[in-house]
């Protein structure tokens, strides 16, 4: 079975940066697309960010300008550098891979921003 890893979460100050990271178990080319959900509290998960095979991205309004995605072909990564953060920016943030119609999460990992 797919296993995602994600690391990188933790306590920061409005307009600070944190970076995520998360390792699959197999080779990042291997999916078809590689993402990173989030979900707040009381709230439904959504998208924050994801990039295709190819290379294409997208991101949600509330995070681009601040966030980007990226892939680490050498540590077989796909990272998430978060800057700018602001309390609202407060969840759980899920790594999510798609693979021949399936979709695999990670456990997640907890982003707090606050003063």
């Known amino acids: 079975q797919v296993q995602l890893v994600e690391s990188g979460g933790g306590l920061v100050q409005p307009g600070g940066s944190l970076r995520l990271s998360c390792v699959p178990s197999?080779?990042?080319?291997?999916?078809?697309?590689m993402g990173w959900y989030r979900q707040a509290p009381g709230k439904q998960r959504e998208l924050v960010a994801e990039?295709?095979?190819?290379?294409?991205?997208t991101y949600a309004d509330s995070v681009k300008g601040r966030f980007t995605i990226s892939r680490d072909i050498v540590k077989n990564t796909v990272n998430l550098q978060m800057n700018s953060l602001k309390p609202d920016d407060t969840a759980v943030y899920y790594c999510?891979?798609?693979?021949?119609?399936?979709?695999?999460w990670g456990q997640g990992t907890q982003v707090t921003v606050s003063s």
């Open positions: 197999g080779n990042i080319f291997s999916f078809n697309v």
């Open positions: 990039i295709t095979k190819g290379g294409s991205t």
């Open positions: 999510n891979a798609l693979r021949s119609g399936a979709g695999y």
